[in-house]
């Protein structure tokens, strides 16, 4: 019957597919979990990295909350970049990390709005205000200050600048500050607050404008890096990568300011 | 292009669909012949996964196979892994949330065989394993074709459960529709939009060619 003969085929080649990844992982190059705010900064690291070891590591970026929450479920990352230190100080103190890890940059937000925005990028927020008043602003995007260190700061930004409770109903968050420019830049928000280090993406940069907003408007953002249990030999190396002179000039181009040591 | 996260989305939906094909015979089958106490339960239990968000799954998945759970923790003794983050906890998420898209299409093409037939096959003196296999098996196939591509496909598609408990990890974790949000959130919308185009051709060619098939399979049967 060509009924058999078909489901034959079918299967057959289902399970030429089968073999699952799984099995082989544990030889693979390792994971690290990075904060969205250094998906530029840190592919760049990585590939740079690779150039000169010929060692690879496996980039995860995503919201440093979430991240977090994932490696007490047990994921298997070997190094977690952060982008707020108190993330891996929580982490070291239940177990999770090696040490307290490093600080590896200091990061600044800015405003970003695209081009043809009714709104002028404006660190002080004096144009968002005016804006505001004036019935301008149909959406903000923000990351979402519950999980995202990013977002935490912009709000505590806004509410130095008193913005917080009129910006409300035009708020829009972002899973995660890369997501949040997205937002910001899709042309359906007036603009947002973003981290510097994407705004200086080449990508990034030559759409609309952005200004900082001033360092002491809100708490420093720490970002502190961390070795966790399980972390290897590539990983250590990768880790100990990020504070060598290479990688800091890739990082001071994208707007980190860096630890002095 | 991210070949790598492709050819995972179709391990993935290949191991899902080697897995559901017996379970929606089975069960497919116990639904369509057979009355109990309690059936209607088990054909909600069966559909719930279709009004559920992922975001529940995905949390209860966190905490039931987590690391601190019973089972997360035999996982890791026995495999040496966990269970999520890794691809096999894919696999299972997958699994359980294509339960009705597996199990419904089955169920009525075994609904669809006449009770005359199957009488007349056990007259005949069939055990029922070979009706199975030889009178019920052929006349449910339309069926079972359409519940296997509606897995598949399906499948390609979750993004959901495997943002919440896949971790996003290249080569395990790190499906097509993962890398498609990935590559949005870098602002490499070219990248994005032919991965997108991608998954699109290979959704409308599986459904397409199953249609032609069952089409076909229905012709000849009728």
Redesign the interface.
């Given at each position: 019957?060509?009924?058999h003969r078909?489901?034959f085929f079918?299967a057959v080649a289902?399970?030429g597919?089968?073999?699952?990844?799984?099995a082989i992982?544990?030889t693979?190059a390792p994971?690290i979990?990075a904060a969205?705010d250094l998906?530029?900064a840190v592919g760049e690291i990585a590939a740079r990295f690779q150039a000169e070891t010929g060692m690879e590591v496996?980039?995860?970026?995503?919201s440093t909350g979430n991240f977090a929450r994932?490696i007490r479920?047990?994921?298997?990352?070997q190094m977690f970049m952060a982008a707020d230190e108190q993330f891996i100080l929580d982490l070291h103190r239940d177990g999770f990390a090696r040490d307290e890890g490093a600080l590896y940059g200091v990061g600044r937000i800015v405003v970003k709005v695209p081009d043809g925005s009714t709104l002028a990028a404006d660190g002080t927020l004096e144009a968002l205000r005016a804006a505001l008043e004036a019935g301008q602003i149909t959406r903000f995007a923000i990351a979402n200050p519950e999980h995202a260190p990013y977002g935490k700061r912009a709000e505590e930004a806004l509410r130095h600048a008193g913005l917080w409770d009129a910006i409300q109903p035009h708020l829009v968050l972002g899973e995660?500050v890369?997501?949040a420019?997205?937002f910001a830049?899709s042309g359906n928000a007036e603009g947002g607050i973003i981290a510097y280090s994407l705004a200086l993406?080449p990508?990034?940069a030559a759409q609309g404008s952005h200004d900082l907003i001033p360092e002491d408007w809100h708490e420093p953002l720490h970002q502190r890096m961390v070795l966790l249990n399980g972390a290897g030999p590539v990983a250590e190396a990768f880790y100990a990568y990020i504070q060598t002179p290479p990688a800091r000039e890739i990082m001071e181009r994208y707007g980190f300011t860096l630890p002095q040591d | 292009m991210d070949w790598t996260a492709l050819f995972l989305s179709l391990q993935l939906a290949a191991w899902t669909v080697a897995l559901l094909l017996p379970v929606s015979v089975f069960v497919g089958r116990a639904l369509a012949f057979r009355r109990f106490r309690g059936k209607g339960l088990v054909e909600a239990l069966v559909m719930l996964p279709l009004v559920l968000p992922p975001t529940v799954f995905g949390f209860y998945m966190l905490v039931a196979f987590g690391r601190n759970s019973p089972l997360g923790a035999f996982w890791q003794d026995v495999f040496g892994h966990q269970l999520v983050f890794s691809f096999e906890g894919l696999v299972l998420a997958s699994v359980i949330f294509n339960l009705p898209f597996a199990i419904q299409p089955a169920q009525r093409g075994f609904e669809a065989i006449p009770v005359e037939v199957r009488e007349a096959a056990s007259c005949c003196g069939l055990s029922p394993w070979r009706s199975l296999w030889m009178v019920e098996l052929p006349l449910a196939w339309p069926g079972l074709m359409t519940a296997m591509v509606l897995t598949f496909a399906h499948t390609l598609g979750e993004f959901g459960i495997v943002l919440m408990v896949g971790g996003s990890i290249p080569r395990e974790t790190k499906t097509i529709a993962i890398a498609i949000y990935d590559r949005v959130q870098a602002f490499d919308d070219r990248g994005a939009g032919i991965m997108a185009a991608t998954l699109v051709a290979i959704s409308l060619a599986t459904i397409t060619i199953t249609y032609a098939l069952s089409a076909r399979v229905g012709r000849r049967l009728s």
């Open positions: 019957m060509t009924f078909r489901a079918l289902l399970v597919l089968l073999p699952g990844s799984g992982a544990q693979e994971v979990a969205s998906s530029f496996r980039l995860s970026l995503g994932q479920e047990g994921a298997p990352f995660n890369s997501q420019a997205q830049l993406a990508d990034l | -």
